[in-house]
């Protein structure tokens, strides 16, 4: 009973793409490990960028900072 869990910053992540992550993420299970896709699990968090670091900087600073630059 596999259970994956994907983490992602929430940062407009459509249904559609959540929903496409989970189908990839059960056949890839599927396919490189023999697993039953009605047993697998797959678990989507959305993390706010305020709460995921990178280094010293918390994704919602970097993503600031790469924006001034442009």
Same mark, same amino acid.
Do not use: C, S
């Given at each position: 009973?596999? &259970?994956?869990?994907?983490?992602?910053t929430?940062?407009? +992540?459509? !249904?559609e793409?959540k929903?496409?992550? +989970?189908?990839g993420?059960t056949?890839?299970?599927?396919?490189?490990?023999?697993?039953?896709p009605?047993?697998?699990?797959?678990?989507?968090?959305?993390?706010n960028?305020?709460?995921?670091?990178?280094? &010293?900087? +918390?994704?919602?600073?970097?993503?600031? !900072?790469? !924006?001034?630059?442009?």
């Amino acid at each position: 009973m596999p &259970y994956v869990n994907i983490k992602i910053t929430d940062e407009g +992540v459509t !249904a559609e793409q959540k929903r496409r992550l +989970v189908q990839g993420t059960t056949q890839l299970l599927v396919d490189v490990l023999g697993k039953n896709p009605a047993t697998t699990f797959v678990l989507i968090e959305e993390v706010n960028t305020d709460n995921w670091g990178i280094g &010293y900087q +918390v994704v919602t600073e970097l993503r600031q !900072a790469t !924006a001034k630059q442009r």
